[in-house]
């Protein structure tokens, strides 16, 4: 293993555990951010696509088990990176502007989210009083602005 493949990994979970002690605590009308979503666009541009699915699974795993929702997250996560990693990958070779970025993060995690929807349906591990369709945009939109702002500060 080279270094930054390690640092990658220690930044994996630093973010689920961020996730896990600042976000959820953070929610705005039962809306939360996914902040490991972000951290696997970001990171998109660095692997190819078996590496960066083996780690998907293993960062969602890890939030699976925090927060006991059985595996939902790792088969969303893994399935929503599936998806998006040709589109993400062609378009990270050029200088995106801001709202590009935001476009990026914000179909990504409503592609995410949507599936994490149908999956906990069949669950019920979302059972709240919100209409579903408010909380997958809430979710969608927070965590997209949270992505934009990590982008913002790590480039400076």
Same mark, same amino acid.
């Given at each position: ?65 925090? !927060? ?10 893994? /399935?929503?990176?599936? %998806?998006? @990693?040709? =589109?993400?990958? $062609? ?41 579903? !369709? ?10 997209? /602005?949270?992505?934009? %702002?990590? @982008?913002? =500060?790590?480039? $400076?």
């Amino acid at each position: 293993m080279n270094n930054q493949l390690i640092r990658h990994i220690l930044f994996g979970i630093f973010f689920v555990l961020l996730d896990v002690l600042f976000f959820q605590h953070l929610s705005i009308f039962s809306a939360t951010a996914d902040p490991l979503l972000c951290y696997l666009l970001w990171i998109i541009q660095k692997y190819e696509r078996v590496p960066i699915l083996i780690m998907t699974a293993s960062f969602a795993l890890l939030q699976d088990a925090f !927060f006991d929702f059985w595996g939902i997250m790792m088969f969303s996560k893994t /399935l929503t990176i599936f %998806l998006v @990693y040709t =589109f993400v990958r $062609r378009r990270s070779e050029a200088q995106l502007l801001l709202w590009q970025i935001f476009l990026i993060i914000f179909m990504s995690a409503f592609i995410h989210n949507i599936i994490l929807f149908v999956l906990s349906s069949f669950f019920i591990a979302f059972a709240t009083s919100y209409s579903p !369709f408010a909380i997958i945009i809430g979710n969608t939109l927070y965590t997209a /602005l949270i992505g934009l %702002l990590i @982008y913002i =500060f790590k480039n $400076r």
